[in-house]
């Protein structure tokens, strides 16, 4: 299965959508793009925007979400901002905490007022 998320003129990922393999003629990304793109116009329209995603990332760093963006420069989906204070890793595109959360077997939660996690008790 191929999947493929329809972006907008901003690069905001409006949907995403699985086509079978047999549309993409079984190739591999990256050559499967083009046919996968023309697939999905096809189906919903010519106006539209496609890019090909991967759902465990082996291409494009991260796979599409809803609501985040395509960021083409640097080749990669990125999701929303998780909390205000966190900060964009430019290797992984995933957003970081400016703190680490401690790795001490305990489970954390990210407080945004205290800038800080906090153990959850159980």
């Known amino acids: 299965m191929a999947h493929f998320a329809q972006i907008d003129n901003e690069n905001v990922v409006l949907t995403v959508v699985v086509i079978s393999n047999d549309d993409i003629q079984d190739l591999p990304f990256p050559e499967s793009e083009s046919i996968g793109v023309a697939f999905c ?20 760093k ?6 985040g963006i395509y ?8 999701s929303q901002k998780t909390f205000a204070s966190w900060v964009l890793n ?12 401690p790795q001490d077997g305990k489970d954390y939660m990210w407080d945004e007022e205290q800038i800080n996690w906090i153990e959850v008790l159980a």
Do not use: H
């Open 71 to 78: 960021a083409s420069f640097r080749g990669a989906f990125i």
């Open 41 to 60: 116009k096809q189906l919903f329209g010519l106006d539209t925007n496609w890019v090909q995603t991967s759902y465990n990332g082996s291409f494009r």
């Open 90 to 101: 430019e290797d992984t595109c995933l957003w970081e905490a400016p703190i680490p959360m």
């Open 62 to 67: 991260n796979y599409a979400e809803i609501g």
